[in-house]
């Protein structure tokens, strides 16, 4: 299979098979949420580049659903009292990201409980699960994810969603600290910009795991589902 | 105090006094033993970049000693028997970063428990700390790191070693998640190359806490604790 | 302030006064939910003995409440589809619990996300916080909690609810190693029998922090918000 | 294979099988060290009641290593500085056991980093593992246990040692909320005192896992080893 080492497109062979059996993996998409994705101005944490990922997520979910892949969507939620962040100790990049984009004029709002803030843009089914007690930018620290793949005996992870330099970079290092085989959907993720983006999948490709085309990842799985051998 | 912010220097004023006393920080270390540092063909995870910031994180510990903080020294070190590791779940980046540098030939031998590759190039003096369970790319987990800052009631971390784009930026963002304010000392880490050593400061710098030059953190704790106001 | 020792009534002097500062202090309420405490033949794991706590606890609280302490309920809850308990690893207490008191008709249904066995039996006020991704015993693994004492600045907590020898048993055990001060209320807490219920506080008064009356705390706590010397 | 039901035989027929795998089997043996074990009044910690075993132990270890299975020892270390315990936050025994027990003259040496209290009193092979950052009751946290069993894909752990109404008592929780399958080997741990060692085994057998004689164990794993039919 095609993957991406430091930008640089590169062919596995079969040195990777242990990376790609739908069996064994899961699909975890980050913070696709009205929080970071509404067109409004009261938008409390905006990631604007990644509104063009919503669509081609969604039909990945469709398709990975298809060949019996969980998805697991996992969302920045806070208490509503505000305990747990701006009146607890407060997230850092509160005050670290308005020096670069300014002001953010409703970054308290950002992930309150109950808020439409919250809202998953992304689309949902029935049968997906939602881990939803995020509270910085680790999918897995405070939440329970680790404890819900081992339930699952997930062994490899796909990621997508946002920010590539942030949450889906942390999720990476964390998922590969914990073991699993991480791979990052290379077309369905954005970062803070062009340069953080691409930097966040080199080291991703360098240190923690595979960073490949969703297509390709697709193709693959469904190569392997039909008892094919792979290309 | 002088911070970086994606690179461009920024002054903060009084806005992030709170991650500036002495008495609540510690300095951490992040992996410079032989293991990554030794000069010979052996060594089994070469990061030769950082062998220039040997001596100036050595001056740096001597001072922040002098000023009363506490310095921790985190190495990784892997069972003799392999089974955290080569015969266990082998870490990924065995299998990913020789796409990019080509065979790693002793890459085996990294981080064995008593081999010579876990001894810190560093000083260390009789009142550091040493984390020693570091198995893969975090800091803290599964290590004790996040216990032993408990105890030590500390607040701040101030991070130096290697790599800035690999276990460094690991470390913060762990630290952060765990609500600990993260600095990265910019002059003291070294990444992977150029550009994603100044790729992972900026991501530091936007989402995870401040960057700035050790001889500003210095400058900065000793007039604290003189009792002089900031300048 | 009277605590009891392995049983036995014991004055503290003012040796365990940094157990006792309202300030750093919260009230956590483990599992006081229908799943355990339904009259009904359906209640998927019935803890009748706690029943007779649920008014107590629920004057406790107003009084901590009055006193400026926050409670923070804790409760069983797992994921719809059943895939982080029944049809992931299942709980072990499915298969154990049973070879002491009997098949347990409903277990199924304990703590399914939405239904009505995960309803606080005791009341909660718009200023308490909840817990609610306990997946099995603990109330911190795989939770929040531990990120939300932190974000609250607590260093002690006050233990109600069920089971004794259990679910309140393991948040103190986990507790204690987090370096949380541990305080049981034993007036305010039921186990599976007399003997179990004696048997814990034993342990928890031996190895893992205080065991006092709910009434002793308050009237602690009383004095030393009103700035008044220990009785 | 006979275990025991709040301490009355049970015969599980084949209803736990899955608890008997040998090859997905660790045992853990918990604390056996001098700091617990040493005849001299010099002991920081005294565990009188658990010499017996120390033979015992050894035995099943013998046996369990010719079947194949790994022994982990786990052991109680703190830094030289006691920064991580008397000199950071105290374990709170410290200041509760000796309430029940009088005076403890030497618990300040309790578990040293390199004093003679850490070593092991059983016998460890040379491919037994150990993990030594257990730095207060708990096997797992913040060790790296969880850990190291990922790695060998174990998934029922068998714990001996000391004491059952604490360090063994805490281990099987934690590794019953991380999933693994608990057994305790009833006849090779031991309590504060009679009671407490009882109480124990039951809150194991109703909540936990499986209590079962070692000697049963061992048949077990041998018939399957064999790959007889179990009886």
């Known amino acids: 299979m095609r993957?991406?080492?430091?930008?640089?497109?590169?062919?596995?062979?079969d040195k990777?098979?242990?990376?790609?059996?739908?069996?064994?993996?899961?699909?975890?998409?980050i913070d696709m949420h009205r929080g970071h994705l509404d067109p409004s101005p009261e938008c409390p944490c905006p990631a604007p580049r990644a509104r063009e990922i919503v669509a081609p997520i969604d039909a990945f979910h469709t398709q990975a659903r298809a060949l019996g892949l969980p998805i697991i969507h996992v969302r920045s939620v806070v208490r509503r009292s505000g305990v747990d962040d701006i009146n607890g100790i407060p997230a850092?990049?509160?005050?670290?990201?308005?020096?670069?984009?300014?002001?953010?004029?409703?970054?308290?709002?950002?992930?309150?409980e109950g808020s439409p803030w919250t809202e998953l843009v992304t689309k949902v089914a029935p049968e997906d699960e939602i881990v939803e007690t995020k509270r910085r930018l680790s999918a897995f620290y405070p939440t329970d994810l680790d404890f819900l793949l081992r339930n699952m005996r997930v062994e490899t992870i796909v990621l997508n969603g946002g920010f590539t330099d942030c949450c889906v970079l942390n999720a990476s290092f964390d998922a590969n600290n914990r073991n699993y085989r991480v791979i990052v959907a290379r077309d369905l993720v954005?970062?803070?910009d062009d340069n953080l983006e691409a930097a966040a999948l080199a080291m991703v490709s360098l240190h923690l795991?595979?960073?490949a085309d969703s297509a390709?990842?697709?193709a693959e799985w469904s190569r392997r589902k039909a008892g094919r051998k792979v290309a």
């Open 190 to 192: 954005r970062g803070t």
């Open 92 to 112: 850092a990049w509160r005050r670290t990201f308005p020096l670069h984009v300014g002001p953010i004029p409703n970054s308290d709002g950002h992930a309150i």
């Open 216 to 218: 390709d990842l697709l």
């Open 3 to 13: 993957i991406y080492v430091y930008g640089k497109p590169h062919d596995t062979g």
């Open 209 to 211: 795991g595979l960073v």
């Open 16 to 29: 990777f098979d242990d990376y790609l059996d739908p069996a064994k993996t899961a699909v975890i998409s």
